[in-house]
């Protein structure tokens, strides 16, 4: 119950993550340093007070695999603001749900890990869905193809990230969360002019680096304690409420083929999850004189 309480705490705080880029009326890119930013110093904060700058050092000290997750990490927020920048946040969260495809991929490419038929299935009914999301972004208002193909650049980087941070399963990749919001933030700083933020917009942006903070802690922390079919389950919610908080908020219609296509990645992606977690429930323990 910890577990999923905390992981549900992380899924519904970054529900809101499209909203606020939508409502903060400054460039893509200025969105991206100060959601960077803030979040990073927040979690940092968390870091240092739950473990100590030294499990930072230890995280820095993982080898080139840490490395790699903290480019990707650092990437996936900038990514992730341009595509909802350049297309409906529908298209986004339908194609961004498909990055444990990516992530079972770069498994089998880098760790030699087997793919299960369940998985094959899973991904050839994934790639329809996007495939149709991404036929109907063409005549959807508010959709691009550009803004497609950043969204599936997030999903892919993500899946990278998370395939480095299994490599290196020795160290927890946490503390390594807020250098990569804060390397983002640092690598954006030639292209943006953050003291020109007027005050109205600066109560937004803080409250999204407070929403993303926790959201990030949240998702860092849940899975410690629950499968990870039961987080890809929990993560798919977002996928769900983000475009419905959007179209309520500001009337931003998903399109048909961006709903009948994410119904297919998140369907597919459900119900492989769903199997996973039946085939680890405990049997029953037998009963009767003959039980042990």
């Keep these: 119950m910890k577990g999923l309480l905390i992981t549900l705490m992380g899924v519904l705080f970054v529900v809101p993550d499209s909203l606020f880029i939508r409502l903060i009326d400054v460039p893509p890119l200025e969105i991206s340093f100060w959601r960077g930013l803030g979040t990073g110093l927040i979690v940092l904060a968390y870091v240092l007070l739950s473990s100590g700058a030294r499990s930072v050092g230890a995280a820095l000290r993982g080898g080139p695999y840490a490395y790699v997750y903290l480019v990707a990490m650092s990437g996936t927020g900038i990514l992730f603001t341009l595509a909802v920048s350049h297309t409906s946040v529908a298209n986004v969260v339908f194609i961004i749900a498909s990055m444990p495809v990516f992530a079972a991929i770069l498994s089998f490419l880098v760790m030699g890990e087997r793919m299960s038929l369940r998985m094959m299935l899973t991904m050839l009914a ?3 869905g996007l495939g149709i ?3 109907g972004s063409g005549e959807t208002h508010g959709a691009s193809l550009t ?9 892919f980087v993500f899946a990278v990230a998370l395939t480095a941070a299994r490599r290196v399963r020795s160290v927890s ?4 969360l807020p250098v990569a919001y804060l390397l983002s933030a640092l690598c954006l700083l030639p292209f943006v002019q ?9 109560y937004l942006v803080a409250l999204h680096g ?12 849940g899975p410690r304690y ?3 079919a039961e987080v890809a389950l929990l993560i798919l919610l977002e996928s769900v409420l983000a475009p419905l908080l959007v179209w309520f908020a500001l009337g931003e219609d998903p399109g048909g083929y961006a709903l009948v296509g994410g119904t297919i990645v998140i369907g597919a992606l459900a119900l492989s999850n769903l199997v996973v977690l039946m085939r680890r429930r405990p049997r029953a323990a037998p009963t009767g004189k003959g039980a042990p």
């Design 126 to 128: 994934v790639f329809v």
């Design 133 to 135: 999301i991404t036929y």
């Design 147 to 155: 803004g497609d193909l950043m969204a599936v650049c997030v999903s």
């Design 173 to 176: 990749m946490v503390p390594m």
């Design 194 to 202: 953050p003291l020109q933020l007027g005050v109205d917009q600066f």
């Design 210 to 221: 407070l929403f993303i903070a926790i959201s990030s802690v949240g998702l860092a922390l």
């Design 226 to 228: 629950i499968p990870s």
